[in-house]
């Protein structure tokens, strides 16, 4: 566990607020806000204090890192075009021939020759590094955190000799069987909203992140989001049956809300309801993820989907919090259901090869913060995600145990 000196506190005091809410996604911007008041202010509580020495700590070991690009790789994608994001499908192993085919699925294992493939470990780490600079920006004024997340924006969305073309047609590739396949958007969608949010705090003010940063980056949203709708992996991934659909609709409701299409994020976050009636049971368990190899991850994996798109709806009157299917089936029903595992207070009566209760804290945080009595009191007694809590700075939930 973190805690800020006194310095920076002091320093953070001295920021002078520029007066502009960040227009995000996810997180609700009045949290952001609010919490940045009272630590300016001097009337944080020591939970808030620690969580942002967290983020700093956090910020300050990514601020000598990157920026990344998908011009990096050394193997070139299929169709030859290096701007193309390419990566190998995890669990897919080779076979004991001289070729290696045909490869075939352990579900949940990491075959470590996909990391051949830079893009995917880039990606994530782009990602990762960008949200949490631009909130330390956000919270601290100090200018490196606010330039460097903008660096890394502009780096592999942007410029052109390194940015992503806007497509994902060549990720999680099988050898021997294709060139990339529709289940390879969840590369992005796991992570790629919060992205999003980092862009829209650093056009809050921050330096170096300019008006035409911002026109380039929702143009390439725009591009994107055409892609996700109407190619053939953006069809049918928004149609998985499990984490899958629920994270390409997250994505794709979330990109439309930063472009402005309010029809387009209403009508994407709305169609949520269904899944929860179809795949969320009355007792609150996920039957298309109890069946892997990682139930406990996965179960959490797609609450996170689902909690951030309640947080988008909340932002265009569409109630997935209080949403309850014909058979009581609902969000908070599902966090309830992995309570138990989480907090210690039952063992995980499902497989998984990998068990860390850590993973619920952020689906936990946001089930509480919406009021839900189990929640509330299972908040204190999940064990503490590595890196520390980050919640009371970054208040939505993010998937905190590997996904591999």
């Known amino acids: 566990m973190f805690f800020v000196l006194p310095a920076l506190l002091s320093s953070i005091a001295s920021v002078q607020s520029a007066g502009i809410v960040p227009e995000t996604v996810v997180i609700d911007p009045s949290r952001l806000v609010d919490a940045k008041t009272q630590l300016q202010h001097g009337t944080a509580s020591s939970a808030l204090r620690t969580a942002l020495g967290n983020l700093i700590a956090q910020a300050d070991a990514w601020l000598p890192q990157g920026p990344w690009s998908v011009t990096n790789k050394t193997i070139i994608p299929p169709n030859g075009t290096i701007h193309d994001y390419a990566s190998q499908a995890p669990y897919w192993w080779p076979s004991n021939t001289s070729d290696g085919c045909p490869y075939f699925q352990i579900d949940g294992v990491h075959n470590p020759e996909v990391d051949r493939y830079t893009d995917h470990d880039e990606r994530g780490d782009m990602l990762n ?175 996170v989907a689902y909690t951030r798109l309640a947080a988008i709806g909340k932002k265009i009157g569409v109630d997935l919090w209080g949403y309850s299917g014909p058979e009581g089936q609902s969000i908070k029903q599902a966090v309830n259901f992995i309570i138990p595992a989480a907090t210690g207070a039952a063992e995980w009566p499902f497989p998984e090869l990998d068990f860390s209760p850590y993973a619920a804290s952020d689906v936990i945080h946001a089930a509480a913060d919406e009021g839900d009595a189990n929640a509330m009191k299972a908040v204190p007694l999940v064990p503490t995600p590595f890196g520390g809590d980050l919640w009371l700075v970054r208040p939505a939930a993010e998937q905190l145990d590997p996904v591999t």
Not at 153 to 168: G, K, Q, S
Not at 216 to 225: H, I, S
């Open 129 to 303: 590094a960008t949200y949490v600079l631009s909130l330390a920006w956000f919270y601290t004024g100090k200018e490196a955190y606010g330039r460097k997340a903008g660096d890394n924006l502009r780096t592999w969305f942007i410029t052109n000799a390194t940015r992503m073309n806007p497509n994902l047609d060549h990720a999680q590739i099988i050898p021997c069987a294709d060139d990339g396949r529709s289940i390879g958007i969840i590369d992005f969608s796991q992570e790629y909203t919060s992205a999003l949010d980092a862009a829209a705090i650093l056009a809050s003010g921050a330096p170096g992140w300019t008006a035409s940063d911002m026109r380039a980056f929702k143009q390439w949203n725009a591009d994107f989001l055409d892609w996700l709708d109407n190619s053939d992996f953006g069809i049918e991934e928004t149609a998985a049956l499990n984490n899958h659909g629920t994270f390409a609709l997250m994505q794709s409701a979330g990109i439309a809300l930063f472009l402005g299409d309010h029809a387009v994020a209403v009508n994407k976050t709305a169609s949520v309801r269904p899944r929860i009636d179809e795949f969320i049971t009355a007792n609150g368990s996920q039957p298309q993820e109890l069946v892997r190899t990682r139930s406990f991850h996965y179960s959490t994996f797609d609450l």
